[in-house]
């Protein structure tokens, strides 16, 4: 058949561009560059696939939710109860915490999913306020309050030791970051994907071109709960230790912040967004240890004043200006 | 049954009231296969309200929905999409930000059952992509594949909402006031591309303009306050005095 160039052009458009290597190429540098920054740095890279498992409910299926943390915090518990209680292998410990934030995200998905907007958003939250305080409650189990005590992770492979300055941290938290934002890249492609950004643009829609939308948004919610997870036990196993923090509304709203920083629904956001608040949270800290938080806020502010779309917006919009 | 007299489309006894409000009055509706068929009516007639009870966004209170004689009166939207029964909006309801390929080839997927796919990419459903170019070709929208539909004169935008439902391979097609909203002058290129759909598809017209009404349709029915009127060939529903009092009026064609 026919093979003009718009068809053309548009059955390339999953293909590699030679930017996309650049957060991969400034992760290695970085390595090597900051030594002393390793523990940071294994955050900043968990933390970017907890970002990137908000983006692709809300930047693609459009899911405003403010509940990612009861997965976050859901496979960071499961893999801490595993460690404390004498399994500590990190990569069976990742599976299972993922797999469980999944069943999480799925059964409450069957519930709240029938819902949209506001509603929607508050039901996100609740359900991760009603875990939050199960798992308070259940104190015997989680140590409530202190946080769970004497997880013990194991190496990786029975090789790659958790060492002090985060080396295998940083490496194990790269490579499974990589491994999942190829999964999702290849997912947003994918005619599911598209699908996904059909219902964010007009869910009447899709559904009167017969795309089953209900099962579309489940799958995907149940699909970011699991990455959710995983960035979760990632933290966990890295700085052995998991709290009720890990389930709190502040840790929904950051991850928000950091993706809205760095744009919204173009897969990068996180990349970008993630590092400038946690680089930018670090340095005020250490500036002004009291009122840090002012200065995050003031960030936001001019980032939602003055570049709609983020970081990446801006980029975009100057890229257009240029040619 | 017989073939031959089942018609494409048919609703019997439909009733669906919101509160004090009956928006459909025991409607009885034949569309028979291949048909062009218009449904007028006055604003607030529940036109809009058949156009959803019929497609399965609005459950009806009573009566039934057939489709090719079986019924789907409880079926969900999508299946009935599936079954061929497709609409087009009143106001454009599309992918704005997305390019018109794009939206085409979603409707395409979804028809195709791979629009569920998580990991081969949609690049590689060359099939999908180049039967949605193909369609744009037929409209005479190839030339702008690539823009988003947001960029589009609202005209255009007429078309691509004919082009994603014809895209789904429809045997029944309920266009809601397809030339609403488009200046006079672009409304003959929609009226054309009206009167070269193929023969086989059922066509169910719900639209204002007059002019579009008696070129393309061969049968009229009038809906007023949620029942039917009146039912005829044009001719003779323009000389019902009946119609021409509560809706026509003074309008009707020379």
Redesign the interface.
Known sequence: ????G??G???????HHPLEALPWLAAVAAYFAFPSYLPLGAQILATILFALSADLVLGYAGIVTLGQAAFFGAGAYTAGLLAAHGWGEPVSGLLAGAVVAALIGLLSGIVILRTTGLTLLMLTLVVASMLYEAVNKASWLTGGDDGLQGMQVWPIFGWFRFDLFGRTAYCYCLIVLFLCWLAVR??V???????L??IR??I??M???????A??RL?VYTISAALAGASGVLIAQTTGFVGLTFLGLDRSGSVLIMLIIGGVGRLYGAFIGVPLYMIAQDRFSEIDPVYWYFWIGLLMVVVVVFARGGVLGLFERFWRWTR | MDEVNTPALETVGLQKSFGALTVANAVDFRLERGARHALIGPNGAGKTTFVELVTGALRPNAGQIRLDGADITHLPQASRVKRGLVRTFQITALFRRLSILENVTLAICERQGIGGGLFRPAGHHPAAIEEAYLLLERLGLEDEALRPVNMLAYGRQRLVEIAVSLALSPEVLLLDEPAAGVPSGESGTIIEVIERLPSDIALLIIEHDMDLVFRVAQRITVLVQGSVLAEGPPEEIARDPEVRRVYLGERGPA
């Open positions: 058949m026919r093979n003009s718009a068809v052009i548009f059955a390339r458009r999953h293909h290849r997912m492609h994918s005619p599911f994907g598209r699908s950004v059909g643009e007009n009447r829609r559904h009167a071109i017969g795309a089953p939308v099962r579309r799958v």
